[in-house]
């Protein structure tokens, strides 16, 4: 009761300073003015500053918006080092003519705020400096902070961490982009797929070619590429390329009423594949043709097609190595000869899943914290999207535990129009947080204590 006491007292400051973040248009991808961008970083330094971090560091990379780089020196010699992760950059807003609300004036909605980047990731980046003033900058555990500025684009800061593991050394870390299942629920993210990309093209004529005079016997691209994406997945809709791994998921999923209202399934229509939601989701492998050029129906010419291309995103099991499925994807579709055509076959970026391991003392602390904060026991879940730093963070400090939690959820319209938070779940997350670095501190403590006595013996 004293700590959640203490973070009450704190909420109308801490939601002042996420309405001054959220105001702030700070999107680091190209085409949009680079001065919000480091006006926003000016303000997390300012603002963790502020709070007591002694330490407040910009690092900068090439083609990359400055790093805010933050440490508290442990309190003890035997007390562990927590690195906490958040972004402070943002999506674009896209049609602003679905926004309810101008996408960067924080406008109140029920029991939270709606604005561009408010969840993702701004109000983890305040649920973190949340923790560091209910300590009043002296928390029980060192603390590294990285706040990187670049997430949403991609930057080289996503393979920086091994070339400077020392800056990046830590016994746990809380990677805060993400959230809960669903309001109330509290989640601990334990996997994330990898994600590779592909492009296949057909090629079968030098110009277009009259259907009535041609059609039947003249090779039509587009029809050879459509006849190659349908083998991709069964009469169920499950993948049907072969090595792609695929495992029962033992988590908590949506039910199909939530994930039909997230998805905007249209009435009456089936979800396609088959077994639980963890596993067409989490533990096993989706393909999705994410582009097409052929000729648009508004201009179309009664003429076969000499030329036909996709793009396809493939998402696979977290443990799959990222070059092995891209491969397996690449060898189905470069063994197809559709209508006797071969198909020219492109393999494009890759990258890494991750999946955690759960049964140390940070997971046990973390566990204990959840359940302090939102009153019941924590959800295992695992996510399609990737978080390519993770991979470098876990490069970087091969020992720690990796916790993935936050203030978001998945209801919260991330990368969508209307994107909101609510107060109930950043109170809570600076909660968890705060008993979280309070746990961990004392298991850390016993742990060591237990090692010590051991070896004495």
Same mark, same amino acid.
């Given at each position: 009761?004293e700590l959640?006491?203490?973070v009450d007292?704190?909420?109308d400051?801490?939601?002042?300073d996420?309405e001054?973040l959220a105001?702030?248009?700070s999107?680091a991808?190209?085409g949009?003015?680079?001065e919000?961008?480091?006006?926003?970083?000016d303000l997390?330094?300012e603002l963790l500053?502020?709070?007591?971090?002694p330490?407040?560091?910009?690092?900068?990379?090439?083609?990359?918006?400055p790093?805010v780089?933050g440490?508290?020196?442990a309190?003890?010699p035997?007390?562990p080092?927590?690195?906490l992760y958040?972004?402070y950059?943002v999506q674009?807003?896209?049609d602003?003519?679905?926004w309810?609300?101008?996408?960067?004036?924080?406008?109140?909605?029920?029991?939270?705020?709606?604005?561009?980047g408010?969840?993702?990731?701004k109000?983890n980046?305040?649920a973190?400096?949340?923790?560091?003033?209910?300590?009043?900058?002296?928390?029980?555990?060192?603390?590294?902070?990285?706040?990187?500025?670049?997430e949403?684009?991609?930057?080289a800061?996503d393979?920086?961490p091994?070339?400077?593991?020392?800056?990046?050394a830590c016994?746990a870390m809380v990677i805060?982009?993400?959230?809960?299942?669903?309001p109330g629920?509290p989640t601990?993210?334990?996997g994330?797929?990898?994600a590779?990309?592909?492009?296949v093209e057909?090629?079968?004529l030098d110009?277009?070619?009259?259907?009535?005079?041609f059609?039947g016997?003249?090779?039509?691209?587009?029809?050879?590429?459509?006849?190659?994406?349908a083998?991709?997945?069964?009469?169920h809709?499950?993948v049907?390329?072969?090595g792609?791994r695929?495992d029962?998921w033992?988590g908590?999923?949506?039910t199909?009423?939530?994930?039909?209202s997230?998805?905007?399934?249209?009435e009456?229509?089936?979800?396609?594949g088959?077994?639980?939601l963890?596993e067409?989701l989490?533990?096993?492998?989706?393909i /999705? =043709?994410i582009g097409l050029d052929?000729?648009a129906? *508004?201009? &179309?010419a009664s003429?076969v097609v000499?030329y @036909? +291309?996709?793009?396809?995103?493939l998402?696979?099991h977290?443990l799959q190595?990222?070059r092995?499925?891209?491969r397996k994807?690449v060898?189905?579709?470069?063994?197809?000869r559709?209508f006797?055509i071969?198909l020219t076959?492109?393999p494009?970026?890759?990258?890494p899943g991750y999946e955690?391991?759960?049964g140390g003392?940070?997971y046990?602390?973390?566990?204990?914290?959840l359940?302090?904060?939102?009153?019941e026991?924590?959800s295992y879940v695992?996510?399609g999207g990737?978080i390519?730093?993770?991979?470098?963070l876990?490069?970087a400090?091969?020992?720690?535990?990796v916790?993935?939690?936050?203030a978001?959820?998945?209801?919260c319209n991330?990368?969508a129009p209307n994107?909101?938070?609510?107060f109930?779940?950043l109170?809570? /997350? =600076?909660?968890?947080?705060?008993a979280?670095?309070? *746990?961990y &501190?004392?298991d850390?403590a016993?742990?060591d @204590? +237990?090692g010590?006595?051991?070896a004495?013996e």
């Amino acid at each position: 009761m004293e700590l959640e006491t203490r973070v009450d007292g704190l909420m109308d400051g801490l939601r002042a300073d996420l309405e001054r973040l959220a105001a702030i248009p700070s999107i680091a991808f190209p085409g949009f003015p680079p001065e919000p961008v480091q006006q926003a970083h000016d303000l997390v330094a300012e603002l963790l500053r502020d709070a007591g971090v002694p330490h407040v560091e910009r690092l900068d990379l090439p083609d990359t918006a400055p790093v805010v780089y933050g440490q508290i020196p442990a309190p003890t010699p035997d007390a562990p080092t927590v690195l906490l992760y958040g972004h402070y950059d943002v999506q674009p807003p896209g049609d602003q003519a679905l926004w309810l609300s101008p996408p960067f004036e924080p406008t109140p909605v029920e029991g939270g705020l709606r604005a561009r980047g408010i969840a993702d990731d701004k109000s983890n980046v305040i649920a973190h400096l949340g923790m560091l003033r209910v300590y009043e900058g002296r928390p029980p555990v060192g603390v590294k902070i990285v706040i990187e500025g670049q997430e949403e684009y991609g930057s080289a800061f996503d393979t920086y961490p091994p070339t400077d593991p020392e800056r990046f050394a830590c016994d746990a870390m809380v990677i805060a982009d993400l959230g809960n299942l669903r309001p109330g629920t509290p989640t601990l993210t334990t996997g994330l797929r990898g994600a590779a990309e592909v492009t296949v093209e057909v090629r079968t004529l030098d110009e277009p070619r009259h259907s009535g005079e041609f059609g039947g016997a003249a090779p039509d691209a587009l029809l050879a590429l459509l006849k190659a994406l349908a083998t991709l997945h069964d009469v169920h809709g499950d993948v049907a390329v072969e090595g792609l791994r695929r495992d029962p998921w033992t988590g908590t999923t949506y039910t199909e009423e939530e994930f039909r209202s997230l998805a905007g399934v249209r009435e009456g229509l089936p979800l396609i594949g088959s077994g639980s939601l963890g596993e067409r989701l989490w533990s096993g492998p989706a393909i /999705t =043709v994410i582009g097409l050029d052929a000729p648009a129906v *508004e201009h &179309a010419a009664s003429a076969v097609v000499p030329y @036909a +291309r996709a793009k396809l995103n493939l998402r696979f099991h977290p443990l799959q190595d990222p070059r092995e499925a891209q491969r397996k994807l690449v060898d189905h579709l470069r063994a197809l000869r559709p209508f006797g055509i071969p198909l020219t076959v492109t393999p494009g970026d890759t990258g890494p899943g991750y999946e955690a391991a759960t049964g140390g003392p940070a997971y046990r602390a973390a566990l204990t914290a959840l359940k302090e904060a939102w009153g019941e026991e924590a959800s295992y879940v695992a996510t399609g999207g990737s978080i390519p730093l993770v991979n470098g963070l876990a490069k970087a400090a091969p020992g720690a535990e990796v916790l993935l939690f936050g203030a978001q959820d998945s209801m919260c319209n991330l990368h969508a129009p209307n994107e909101r938070v609510l107060f109930s779940e950043l109170r809570n /997350t =600076v909660i968890a947080m705060s008993a979280f670095v309070r *746990e961990y &501190a004392e298991d850390f403590a016993g742990s060591d @204590a +237990r090692g010590r006595q051991g070896a004495g013996e």
